[in-house]
């Protein structure tokens, strides 16, 4: 699952991705909400199984301060970058 069980999710965003023998689908959120799953990595899905159920009567949570955190190397954590 792209998003995992209890996060808050908005309407069309991709939350999980299918695979079957010949293809991989994307599934987006019908509504926005927080996301309760049913089906875990790997699991086999039949047609009509359900894989997560959405909450539309929880509180969309308050965005995350817009300040970055400084790492422990003292960089902003946007500016961290694997060295090779």
Do not use: C, H
């Amino acid at each position: 699952m792209d998003k995992k069980d209890g996060q808050y999710v908005d309407r069309d965003e991709v939350i999980a991705e299918l695979e079957s023998e010949k293809a991989t689908f994307e599934v987006n959120a019908e509504k926005a909400g927080v996301l309760k799953t049913s089906a875990l990595e790997g699991d086999t899905l039949k047609i009509g199984d359900v894989l997560a159920s959405i909450d539309e009567t929880a509180a969309k949570p308050e965005k995350a301060s817009s300040r970055k955190r400084k790492t422990k190397a003292g960089r902003r954590k946007s500016e961290v970058r694997s060295e090779k």
